[in-house]
């Protein structure tokens, strides 16, 4: 089953494509890179070659070599406070990293007003952090932005700021995507007296589903839609209390602009609010914007399996554990979480992917333990640290993440640029951004947050990946317009 989940996975990536020739018995099937002129084309024949594909996939073995615990890096052992159950279930099904254990790691960004807790998220070993922040209100209390996995470990922590600080008194979801979703309402059932405030343009796939069944249990006055200046709420649900309270009563130390909701031509949509803290002059957001640099985040270092798992050129090399080898593993784990697809990795062929596999030094058999089956490394990277020109195009640079500009937000480029300049302009003081991924605590002014945009200004405009790394997001990109899903791209024009 692990076989066939990791396959489905590398199709929906993009990585493999099933290429099957018919027999007297049965298809006989390779997986391969589709060719640009066979993606996706006739979808019937795509579901047909790759159900055979997938049977035959799992007619290779599992590894013959015996379970060891001399790992150069021990696999961590159970640990209750760090336990969130849900987490195997709470992101639609999907295999994200993190699972039901889940560490955290706490930051003070300005001391007696800002914190952030930094979690694990992430698939097949590309791990990232998902971060939650909390400001301290003037009058008391605590508001919340984003919040993550519920585990006692950060309950602890919450409880910590919430004797010196007051109750926790407003939480806030600024995004619709699901890895901050999934894990706010479970987070908000521990603070009924909290009033929630949802981003607009919540959705959800195939069935439309009431808010509750994201687990938010507070209703009436607790139950908020955060408002944006111009438009009303976007359910009856919150009407009655925009209505009486239209403007929230954190407003005087927290702004905000949104984005959005920009909605699909198929289903979905995408919708952002950021919010500026004026005392200290600090942006956050969700998604807009990121950075990255030399240092793996905290975060990831707690367990370094999967960054020593990226540190490898291939499947059958042998790696230390050092802070050089840390280091190349995430900027490979940037690079892949990024652009999905590398321009300077060869993918091998199953058959390859698999006795690799076999070889793999018995020290490192723990490296993809719970993300990736029988220790699969199905590609390579060449040597000397080549991909390093590829990592410094957008390394140390605030940037506009390319699955955004290449897929979402070049299909409302005036909308986009609109509010990238009401940011700039009404929030010209500040010092600080804080994602909700990636780097944190990031020295910023308006202006950089603007020129992260660049992109959608001129086609291919820095700051971001080389070209190169771009083509399967770009290949993705005129394959979506083509079937409707998306409008045609309005910076490069799907060329």
Known sequence: MKTLLFWVFSLATGVYGFRCTPTETRPKCRLSLFRKEEAMTDRRKLLQSTAAGLLAATTYPASSHAATTDFLVPTPKFDPDMNWPLGKVAFSLLPLQGGAQRATVETCIVPGQIWTYDQIQGIVNVNVPVRQTVIALQGGGLWVHNPVAPTPQLRHMMEQLIQQYGPIKHIVLGSVAVEHKATFGAFASYYPGATVWLQPGQWSFPVSLPIKFLGVRQRGQRLRELPVAGRGVTSTAYAAQAQRNPVPEWSSEIEMETLGPLTFRSVGAFSETVFYHKATKTLLVTDLVGRVSDEPPAIL???????????????????????????????????????????????????????????????????????????????????????????????????????????????????????????????????????????????????????????????????????????????????????????????????
Request: hydrophobic share 40%.
């Open 301 to 495: 270092q707690q367990d370094p399996r999967a960054l020593l798992y990226h540190a490898r050129n291939k499947a059958t090399d042998a790696v230390e554990d050092t802070p050089a080898a840390r280091r190349k593993g995430w900027r490979r784990m940037a690079l892949f979480g990024l652009v999905f697809f590398p321009s300077q990795i060869t993918v091998s062929s199953v058959s390859q992917a698999f006795a690799e596999a076999k070889q793999v030094p018995a020290s490192l058999r723990n490296l993809g333990s719970g993300a990736v089956p029988f220790q699969l490394y199905p590609w390579s990277w060449p040597e000397n640290d080549v991909d390093l020109q590829n990592f410094n195009a957008f390394k140390n640079k605030l940037f506009c993440p390319p699955i955004l500009t290449q897929l979402i937000l070049n299909r409302e480029v005036d909308r986009t640029l609109t509010f990238v300049d009401r940011v700039a302009t009404r929030f010209s003081g500040m010092k600080r951004i804080i994602p909700g991924h990636l780097d944190n605590n990031i020295p910023a002014t308006a202006n950089d947050f603007s020129k992260a945009f660049g992109s959608l200004r001129k086609c291919d405009a820095p700051p971001g990946p080389l070209k190169n790394d771009l083509n399967l997001l770009q290949s993705v990109s005129k394959e979506f317009t083509k079937l409707g899903i998306v409008a045609p791209d309005g910076v490069c024009r799907d060329v």
